[in-house]
């Protein structure tokens, strides 16, 4: 005798009606001047995912979405996995052209956007067909909005589909930095298993305000913190950017228990006049990922947050995407270490040929998990690649102590041949952030006819500091084998960065080549 699927729901939906039940009063989200409750999110929940059913759209289509953050993105996203919908979450910043292509690829039949966006939508939807083009919270709009529809009234039933644990909730996009975008696909149980270890690993807490200001379409900031903190009946706290001054301000007026940023968010906080003046007692938690964070820029914040729990998470989308942790207490051991591996993965670190290099030794960093994707939409090759040996390739280097805690070398793209000999960039760059000038820093290779790469450094200065090129290569010598000195140094006022914060090397690269 088998039991009726509904009643064992592993889904996204069925955890937000649970949350919903038992939170009902409390604040789920707040946005700008607008709150909502458990219980009225679920209801907002349940009339867009209705709405976008009635409007043409079938469960297993593909819904693009392509905006900032908004509750409206937020709702947007819980109605596409209620209403079976495969969600397709698109960074705000890509052309029109970049828009089109994941349009295309996807095969998307839905597009919700930012009125803000509008020009852009046009030239990329212009000759494409859709069943739905709408807007997230347009104001005044006759079409399809789905703040309107979230506010309206009727239609608070749950939608009446099939929606099972392995169903696709997501296609998530990576960057593309070596070729056109991938969507990883993720299901309802794959994303479940990843709440479940976000939540125990990082100490996320149903009574904690959470402050959520990286980009939504981002898989860190929506999977690893909103989520999780949602449905333990977290009161979220969304802001549409993480704008320093916003962001340490809403820290201090709405007491903020935990905030996520990468690194070069961590870093313009701790720059901003506003830092000292701001009330950061009752911040818990200081979460950070994304990229590496430099160790001195880590003491750094230890130091100017005492009494923070600092927690390094490390992964990528493909496994939804947490996969360590490195927790507070184990920070004073090994603040460079991205931590052990969460309880829904393993890892092991391996040579070209699958096999387990020793303990120390540079290898890649491979994991097996109930949370990674089931592969790469309509890529059917670069799916079978990614898991060769029965195991998915990260394509990042690192190593693991006797403890057994993973050490992030360095992406396998950013390690520098110089010479013949093999460099990862990030060890430079720990060296170069020793110096009291540097703000920032990123460390490339650029072609060269005597070094095969030559490394090269481009700095960012503290506000009122100076430093010459000379200056930072002798202080590099000092600090680092003189293979691994910089050959040129170059200054900028400002790094490339992602809308999530990332430092883009390869648009460096790119500059620098031409």
């Not at 994303?191 to 904690?208: F, N, P």
């Not at 939409?377 to 993973?406: C, I, N, Q, R």
Request: net charge negative; hydrophobic share 45%; aromatic share 6%.
């Amino acid at each position: 005798m088998s039991l009726n699927p509904k009643i064992q729901q592993n889904t996204i939906g069925a955890a937000l009606n649970r949350s919903a039940r038992k939170h009902g009063g409390k604040l789920a989200l707040a946005f700008n001047d607008r709150g909502w409750s458990y219980a009225d999110l679920n209801r907002a929940v349940n009339r867009v995912a209705n709405r976008l059913l009635e409007s043409g759209l079938a469960p297993g289509d593909r819904l693009a979405v392509y905006g900032k953050n908004s509750d409206a993105y937020v709702i947007a996203w819980l109605a596409a996995t209620r209403a079976g919908l495969v969600h397709v979450p698109v960074n705000y910043a890509l052309t029109a052209d970049e828009l089109g292509y994941i349009l295309e690829q996807s095969g998307a039949t839905g597009l919700l956007s930012d009125l803000g966006l509008a020009d852009t939508v046009t030239a990329a939807t212009e000759g494409r067909a859709l069943a739905l083009s709408g807007t997230l919270h347009a104001g005044q709009s006759d079409g399809f909005d789905v703040l309107a529809a979230a506010m309206s009234e009727g239609g608070e039933a749950e939608p009446e589909v099939a929606v099972e644990g392995a169903s696709l909730a997501q296609l998530l996009y990576t960057s593309g930095t070596t070729a056109a975008p991938k969507a990883a696909m993720m299901t309802h149980q794959a994303l479940l298993a990843e709440y479940m270890a976000c939540m125990v690993e990082l100490d996320i807490k149903g009574d904690e305000p959470m402050l959520a200001a990286l980009p939504l379409y981002h898989s860190a900031q929506m999977h690893v913190f909103l989520m999780p903190a949602l449905l333990l009946g977290a009161p979220v706290h969304l802001r549409e950017a993480p704008l320093p001054d916003d962001c340490l301000a809403q820290i201090s007026r709405q007491g903020i228990a935990s905030f996520f940023a990468p690194p070069t968010v961590w870093i313009s906080l701790l720059r901003h006049p506003d830092f000292e003046r701001s009330d950061l007692s009752r911040l818990k938690k200081a979460y950070y990922g994304a990229s590496i964070m430099p160790v001195p820029v880590l003491e750094e914040l230890r130091q100017r947050i005492p009494g923070v729990g600092l927690y390094n998470c490390y992964g990528q989308s493909e496994i939804a995407p947490l996969a360590t942790v490195l927790r507070p207490e184990e920070h004073d051991a090994r603040p460079a270490s991205a931590g052990r591996p969460t309880l829904t993965v393993e890892t092991r670190i391996v040579d070209a040929e699958m096999n387990d290099v020793p303990t120390g030794e540079h290898g890649e960093i491979v994991h097996r998990s109930p949370q990674l994707l089931t592969g790469y939409w309509d890529k059917p090759e670069m799916t079978e690649e990614a898991f060769l040996g029965g195991w998915f390739h990260s394509g990042d280097v690192g190593y693991v102590d006797e403890e057994g805690y993973l050490f992030i070398v360095d992406r396998i793209k950013d390690v520098i041949n110089t010479g013949g000999v093999v460099v990862a960039s990030r060890e430079v760059e720990e060296g170069l952030f020793q110096h009291p000038a540097v703000s920032e820093v990123a460390v490339i290779g650029l072609p060269d006819e005597k070094w095969i790469e030559a490394i090269t450094a481009v700095v960012v200065l503290k506000e009122g500091e100076e430093a010459s090129e000379e200056a930072l290569i002798a202080h590099a010598k000092r600090v680092m084998a003189h293979y691994k000195v910089p050959k040129r140094v170059l200054f900028a006022d400002a790094l490339p960065k992602s809308t999530a914060g990332k430092i883009l090397k390869r648009h460096l690269r790119k500059e620098l080549n031409a």
